[in-house]
């Protein structure tokens, strides 16, 4: 079974700073997707960014990248100029390519403090 | 393009009842997961329908079952509910149930 994992549980950071969110997994599998997802206070959950392991470019939308190691099995997200609207809970996320079926990490606390 | 959405928003139950929560996918869309969500176990797969037919399901007794109707809206059902039930409750859909599954707002479901 994959796993994911967090470690970070709450971090903090000043408005138009730089914050990197780390995520580990552990699969078999040697293809599959990964995401971020976000979930804002009381709001529902968005789809930040996505990787696909076959590709070795990391993904990047807009402020959001992610620096994909995959012999270390390693997904960290960079938000870059960091806003307060980006204060939220961020969950790692893996889904084998057969699909259907998420596995989260356990999520971390993002705090963008003025 | 309308958004995922789920019914109702908030339910409060009692322990012992049965609750049945509906989910309406992005138009288009032919896959919707369910997911549970809690402080203390976070989120957890329940299970998936494609085509109205259970394709993949997590681990979770069996008081927890679902459906998918023809035109890809889901209903998920618990029966003779108790206090740990509590949680949100998020439905995901998604084209063809691989790669980007987008979620709807959740039922916040409190068992007392």
């Known amino acids: 079974a994959q796993t994911v994992t967090q470690s970070q549980p709450e971090m903090s950071v000043q408005e138009a700073e730089t914050v990197t969110l780390s995520c580990t997994y552990d699969t078999s599998e040697s293809n599959y997707y990964l995401f971020w997802y976000k979930q804002p206070p009381s709001r529902q959950m968005i789809l930040v960014i996505r990787?696909?392991?076959?590709?070795?470019q990391n993904a990047t939308e807009n402020r959001f990248s992610v620096n994909f190691q995959k012999a270390a099995k390693s997904f960290s997200l960079k938000i870059s100029d960091s806003q307060l609207g980006d204060t939220a809970m961020y969950f790692c996320a893996f889904e084998e390519t057969s699909g259907s079926r998420l596995t989260f990490g356990e999520g971390t606390q993002l705090t963008v403090n003025p | 393009k309308a958004g995922v959405t789920q019914t109702p928003r908030y339910l409060i139950k009692t322990r012992g009842q049965q609750v049945t929560l509906s989910c309406s996918p992005i138009?288009?869309?032919?896959?919707v997961s369910w997911y549970q969500q809690t402080p203390g176990q976070g989120l957890q797969f329940l299970f998936e329908?494609?085509?109205?037919?259970?394709?993949n399901k997590g681990n979770f007794p069996g008081r927890f079952s679902g459906r998918q109707f023809s035109n890809s809206r889901s209903e998920m059902n618990v029966s003779t509910l108790e206090l740990g039930d509590s949680a949100l409750y998020l439905c995901a859909s998604s084209k063809d149930g691989i790669y980007e599954q987008y979620f709807g707002p959740g039922t916040r479901l409190t068992v007392t």
């Open positions: 990787q696909e392991a076959y590709k070795q």
């Open positions: 329908y494609f085509s109205e037919t259970q394709r």
């Open positions: 138009s288009g869309h032919r896959s």
